[in-house]
């Protein structure tokens, strides 16, 4: 009889998974760090917080294992679970620059981001994701999808940021849920209730055909030590989210009028020959999505008085001010894209790979310049594109192609600013915009900053919108509006007294020097994120579980650092 890894809970499996009389567990259930966030919404905490942290070996080499209990709150990621995920893949990429190799082995049992801990949950997934981008040029960052939960939401850009993803024919990976894609586009794009389709869409065997995952594996434990340890010392390709002329040259030449099943797709992209792409910077044009609010600054900040580029969701530009040379970069709508859930300014496929073409061909111009060319990033993202074209081709990937780029340009020295503008939701805000060095929001009632619509969050949780409101007097992090999100320590600044849709010379000109003065207080700084734990509001009470999960993990780590 098999030895199940699934059946296995999150702590079992951790156990499982090394040497006989290895496993230490980090800020186990005796430290008792739970979220402080849900008993006020009437939720019982769990004292791991639905984490484990385990130091020990596989076949006598030194790893961390990361696993999710998907048993608790369905494995979402909440502030204090995040923060030890994040805090602990930290650590061990300072073991590595030391060259002490510890290897980060991640177990995904996870729906996405904890909704009861919304925008927690999404500023914790940008620090996971910082985290395995900066491990990976030192080893192999591993991936396993047991089954289950599988891996959903925010957590799927996470696994597409992994070296290698190993998957049980039990697993499944999407950006979205069938529930949630049926909530927000209809029964028409996704029938939820319908099993087949969506094993054919988003079930382990498919994604394996796609490219999304590297290996399927039966579910036996001895089989996936060996499939680890079999990928621990192999020398690494280039990340998946770094084929970006493969899938731009699939998404362009892509007829989606034509109907798409799973093996036509497959068939598809296995006789694909990937080109060189020319990377869409934005000229002067006409173009149909001149509303938005994104498309209006980024006119107003290069000058551009009618932005168009050939991929006109994405606009980009060049432009000097103040003797320096930075790149704007905005997602916008177009109503005519080819994707029909993208035509608002959602991000979706095309989105995702272009602007990581976009960022990449900065670091690519600038990599052997000492001064390093600023990257801004206007943010008007009503949320990702929920379809099942999207889902089946992997949307998760194309957003985590858009935020490992923002994140390697960053750690390479290039400032990041983030300015947001419109809306900052879900993983829209992931891709675009969460991987800033400093985020600059202006102060409006119209902004929204969240992880999902309340429809889809009602749904999800099972409450109603009346409930959900009601809980976000209790936990700022549950609110959709700007002036709750700066209590959590993420800004660098929010501006008030500007007009977001009509702006003055004077507040234009405000903003710019607002931009000037982030990118100016990159300099001589570290390159991760953690200037969002250092803020006035941080400190006064916006990560302060973050900044405890952090302090005490430290110094466990001290006491295991001798027997590493």
């Given at each position: 009889m098999?030895?199940?890894?699934?059946?296995?809970?999150?702590?079992?499996?951790?156990?499982?998974?090394?040497?006989?009389g290895?496993?230490?567990e980090?800020?186990?259930?005796?430290?008792r760090?739970?979220?402080?966030?849900?008993?006020?919404?009437?939720?019982?905490p769990?004292?791991d917080?639905?984490?484990?942290?385990?130091?020990?070996?596989?076949?006598?080499?030194?790893?961390?294992?990361?696993?999710?209990?998907?048993?608790?709150?369905?494995?979402?990621?909440?502030?204090?679970?995040?923060?030890?995920?994040?805090?602990?893949?930290?650590?061990?990429?300072?073991?590595?620059?030391?060259?002490?190799?510890?290897?980060?082995?991640?177990?995904?049992?996870?729906?996405?981001?904890?909704?009861?801990?919304?925008?927690?949950?999404?500023?914790?997934i940008?620090?996971?994701?910082?985290?395995?981008?900066?491990?990976?040029?030192y080893?192999?960052?591993?991936?396993?999808?047991?089954?289950?939960?599988?891996?959903?939401?925010g957590?799927?850009?996470?696994?597409?940021?992994?070296?290698?993803?190993?998957?049980?024919?039990?697993a499944?990976?999407?950006?979205?849920?069938?529930?949630?894609?049926?909530?927000e586009?209809?029964?028409?794009?996704?029938?939820?209730?319908?099993?087949?389709l969506i094993w054919?869409?988003i079930?382990?065997?498919?994604?394996?055909?796609?490219?999304?995952?590297?290996?399927v594996?039966?579910?036996?434990?001895?089989?996936?030590?060996?499939?680890?340890?079999?990928?621990?010392?192999?020398?690494?390709?280039?990340a998946?989210t770094?084929?970006?002329?493969f899938?731009?040259?699939?998404?362009?030449?892509?007829?989606?009028?034509?109907?798409?099943?799973?093996?036509?797709?497959?068939?598809?992209?296995?006789?694909?020959?990937?080109?060189?792409?020319?990377?869409?910077?934005?000229?002067?044009?006409?173009?149909?999505s001149?509303?938005?609010?994104?498309?209006?600054?980024?006119s107003?900040?290069?000058?551009?008085?009618?932005?168009?580029?050939?991929?006109?969701?994405?606009?980009?530009?060049?432009?000097?001010?103040?003797g320096?040379?930075?790149?704007?970069i905005?997602?916008?709508?177009?109503?005519?894209?080819?994707?029909?859930?993208?035509?608002?300014?959602?991000?979706?496929?095309?989105?995702?790979?272009?602007?990581?073409?976009?960022v990449?061909?900065?670091?690519?111009?600038?990599?052997?310049?000492?001064?390093?060319?600023?990257?801004?990033?206007?943010?008007?993202v009503?949320?990702?594109?929920?379809?099942?074209?999207?889902?089946?081709?992997?949307?998760?990937?194309?957003l985590?192609?858009?935020?490992?780029?923002?994140?390697?340009?960053?750690?390479?020295?290039?400032?990041?600013?983030?300015?947001?503008v419109?809306?900052?939701i879900?993983?829209?805000?992931?891709?675009?915009?969460?991987?800033?060095n400093?985020?600059i929001?202006?102060?409006?009632?119209?902004i929204?900053?969240?992880?999902?619509?309340?429809a889809?969050?009602?749904?999800?949780?099972k409450?109603?919108?009346a409930e959900?409101?009601?809980?976000?007097?209790?936990?700022?992090?549950?609110?959709?509006?700007?002036?709750?999100y700066?209590?959590?320590?993420?800004?660098?600044k929010?501006?008030s007294?500007?007009?977001p849709?009509?702006?003055?010379?004077q507040?234009?000109?405000?903003?710019e020097?607002?931009?000037?003065?982030?990118?100016n207080?990159?300099?001589g700084?570290?390159?991760?994120l953690?200037?969002r734990?250092?803020t006035?509001?941080?400190?006064?009470?916006?990560?302060?579980?973050?900044?405890?999960?952090?302090?005490?993990?430290?110094?466990?780590?001290?006491f295991?650092?001798?027997?590493?």
């Amino acid at each position: 009889m098999l030895n199940s890894f699934v059946e296995l809970n999150g702590r079992e499996r951790a156990k499982a998974l090394l040497d006989k009389g290895t496993f230490r567990e980090l800020l186990g259930p005796l430290d008792r760090l739970e979220s402080p966030h849900l008993e006020p919404q009437g939720i019982v905490p769990q004292s791991d917080d639905g984490i484990i942290l385990a130091l020990g070996q596989i076949n006598t080499k030194n790893v961390l294992i990361i696993s999710m209990e998907g048993a608790f709150q369905g494995g979402g990621i909440g502030e204090v679970s995040g923060a030890k995920i994040s805090a602990s893949l930290e650590l061990v990429l300072e073991e590595n620059k030391q060259g002490k190799t510890i290897y980060p082995i991640i177990i995904f049992d996870t729906g996405g981001v904890r909704l009861q801990e919304a925008n927690y949950g999404l500023l914790s997934i940008s620090e996971i994701g910082n985290q395995i981008v900066a491990l990976r040029k030192y080893v192999p960052v591993v991936g396993i999808i047991p089954g289950r939960v599988g891996a959903f939401g925010g957590m799927s850009i996470t696994a597409g940021l992994c070296t290698t993803l190993i998957a049980t024919n039990k697993a499944r990976l999407g950006l979205n849920g069938p529930e949630v894609i049926e909530q927000e586009a209809g029964v028409i794009e996704f029938d939820s209730s319908d099993q087949a389709l969506i094993w054919n869409t988003i079930g382990s065997n498919q994604r394996l055909k796609t490219g999304l995952v590297d290996a399927v594996v039966e579910d036996d434990t001895e089989v996936i030590i060996h499939t680890i340890d079999s990928v621990l010392t192999i020398k690494a390709n280039p990340a998946k989210t770094e084929q970006i002329d493969f899938y731009l040259t699939l998404l362009n030449d892509i007829d989606l009028s034509l109907e798409w099943t799973p093996e036509k797709y497959t068939a598809y992209s296995k006789q694909l020959q990937p080109v060189q792409q020319a990377v869409p910077m934005a000229r002067e044009g006409h173009s149909a999505s001149s509303n938005s609010r994104g498309y209006k600054w980024f006119s107003f900040l290069t000058g551009i008085v009618y932005p168009t580029s050939s991929v006109p969701s994405v606009l980009a530009a060049d432009i000097e001010k103040n003797g320096q040379l930075c790149r704007y970069i905005s997602i916008v709508p177009n109503p005519n894209h080819k994707f029909p859930r993208v035509r608002n300014g959602e991000v979706g496929l095309l989105e995702g790979w272009t602007v990581a073409q976009v960022v990449r061909d900065v670091i690519q111009q600038d990599e052997n310049k000492e001064i390093k060319r600023p990257i801004v990033a206007i943010i008007d993202v009503p949320s990702q594109a929920y379809g099942y074209k999207e889902e089946l081709i992997g949307i998760n990937l194309a957003l985590a192609a858009s935020a490992d780029a923002y994140a390697t340009a960053r750690q390479k020295g290039h400032p990041v600013i983030g300015l947001i503008v419109g809306n900052a939701i879900s993983g829209g805000f992931l891709a675009h915009g969460l991987q800033s060095n400093q985020l600059i929001a202006l102060d409006d009632e119209k902004i929204t900053i969240q992880a999902m619509s309340k429809a889809s969050a009602a749904r999800v949780t099972k409450r109603t919108i009346a409930e959900l409101e009601e809980a976000t007097k209790k936990v700022p992090a549950m609110a959709y509006d700007v002036q709750s999100y700066s209590t959590l320590g993420a800004l660098y600044k929010l501006v008030s007294n500007i007009n977001p849709d009509q702006p003055t010379e004077q507040n234009i000109e405000e903003i710019e020097q607002t931009v000037v003065e982030a990118i100016n207080s990159t300099k001589g700084t570290v390159t991760d994120l953690s200037y969002r734990l250092k803020t006035k509001e941080a400190l006064a009470g916006g990560r302060t579980a973050t900044i405890k999960v952090r302090e005490l993990l430290k110094e466990q780590w001290k006491f295991e650092h001798m027997i590493l």
